[in-house]
């Protein structure tokens, strides 16, 4: 329940912060920090020191600035965006928060960089890839999904890392090579450019050697190596484990490709919450320059908020690249063909319920957002809920403009 005291909503108020608990925000930003609400538990986050605002700083990990105002624009407000330039329309009767065009100069200077990292750093791909690497568009991406992100620096921790999770995908999972067959000891041995090994010194060189023995590998090393370098030990903890999941998620889906087996509903789901975007927003702090101490992360009600941002960012990914899968050899799972096949509905009928699914974890996941950020009212809570709704945002745009990769089913 809002103070009748509060000052109003500041102007700047982010629109993605805004749907995360306004009232809570606008305390944050105007109230003094000795008035401004403890956690209603006895968190162990703050061991024995003050509550409330300002307590990130008492943990060793860096203290988060006050969230930072920025561009989303709130749908809901009068004044409406500037109308995008980018290609590309949205999914009738999706919900979705149109975010604006990304910043060109950012993204071209990413864009420059990311470029010369996989060609000249991590031998990325062959000349005749180039073309599906430039129409990617990872620039325009990382820049939409980031818009706090204080320098392009940070904006190429987060873009050096999309490549290589998509050059994984892609070399060992999909279309560019990759195969169910072998796909666990290929994904075991990626895993440890991220998690190393540590053995003994007569078996080290051979893995160390084998970290640059394909694209995939030589990608992930890279990319973690300039993580490592720029986050906290627990926010690249995090990320691992992150990536562990996602691995996880790709051996399922491999194991099912493998016996043509269609799962349920609800098991396509499951897998798809472990086949995910997931790792991405959730360096939305380290991208940033501030950290989201690990207790208050790994807050249970913190974790259901994560996942159901990665839910519903993946399965915008199901219904833009659905057309795209329907075209490659033999049958793609994603929401839409599972939905077809198990509840016995026609493909337009099966696409519109994967809608209605994909809005259900929009709005379950803006909900529990909105109570974590009533509930633990500091500063790097709130700016990490804006960071991952913001990304949400961005990857919608980045997916409804990407008109190179993907295109909409004649269903309207
Ligand atoms: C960037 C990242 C962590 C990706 C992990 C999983 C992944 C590739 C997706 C969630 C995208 O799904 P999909 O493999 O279906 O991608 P396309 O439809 O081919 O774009
Ligand atoms: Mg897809």
């Not at 920090?33 to 003050?50: D, L, V």
């Not at 969230?67 to 004044?79: G, S």
């Not at 070399?171 to 090579?177: K, L, V």
């Not at 259900?360 to 509930?375: G, Q």
């Amino acid at each position: 329940m809002p103070d009748p005291g509060l000052s109003p909503l500041p102007a700047h108020l982010p629109a993605a912060a805004a749907r995360l608990g306004a009232d809570v925000l606008a305390q944050v930003l105007t109230g003094p920090a000795a008035e401004a609400p403890a956690p209603p538990a006895a968190p162990r986050w703050i061991p024995g020191g003050p509550s409330g605002l300002g307590t990130a700083s008492v943990s060793l990990a860096r203290p988060a600035p006050l969230p930072v105002p920025d561009t989303v624009p709130d749908p809901a407000e009068a004044a409406p965006a500037a109308p995008s330039a980018a290609e590309g329309r949205p999914i009738p009767g999706l919900y979705f928060h149109p975010v604006p065009d990304p910043d060109p100069v950012r993204v071209d200077e990413v864009s420059r960089r990311i470029k010369d990292w996989a060609v000249d750093e991590v031998q990325l791909f062959p000349d005749e890839w180039e073309g599906q690497f430039d129409g990617f568009s990872v620039g325009r991406y990382m820049v939409a999904c980031h818009p706090d992100a204080p320098t392009v620096d940070h904006l190429m921790l987060a873009t050096r890392l999309m490549v290589a999770e998509n050059a994984v995908d892609d070399c060992y999972c999909e279309d560019h090579g990759g195969s169910p067959i072998g796909l666990g000891g290929r994904l075991l041995m990626a895993h440890t450019a991220l998690d190393p090994v540590h053995t003994t010194p007569e078996y080290a060189p051979a893995w160390a050697d084998s970290l640059g023995s394909d694209a995939p590998r030589r990608a992930y090393r890279s990319a973690m190596d300039y993580f490592v370098r720029a986050a906290s030990p627990s926010q690249a903890d995090r990320f691992r484990h992150d990536m562990a999941r996602l691995h996880m998620g790709y051996l399922a889906e491999a194991a099912w490709a493998e016996t043509d087996h269609v799962p349920e509903v609800w098991e396509y789901l499951a897998m798809r919450q472990f086949n995910n975007f997931r790792p991405c927003p959730t360096i939305t702090d380290s991208v940033g320059g501030y950290e989201l101490p690990a207790d208050l992360h790994a807050r249970p009600e913190m974790q259901r908020v994560i996942a159901l941002a990665g839910n519903a960012t993946t399965i915008v990914n199901d219904l833009y690249s659905y057309t795209k899968e329907l075209s490659s050899p033999g049958v793609h799972l994603n929401l839409p063909v599972v939905l077809a096949e198990r509840e016995k509905l026609s493909e337009r009928d099966a696409y519109l319920k994967a809608i209605e699914v994909h809005n259900d974890l929009m709005r379950a996941f803006e909900a529990a957002a909105a109570d974590v950020a009533a509930t633990f009212a500091v500063p790097t809570v709130l700016r990490f809920l804006k960071g991952v709704a913001t990304w949400v945002d961005g990857n919608h745009y980045w997916h409804q403009t990407n008109t190179f990769r993907y295109s909409l089913p004649d269903f309207w």
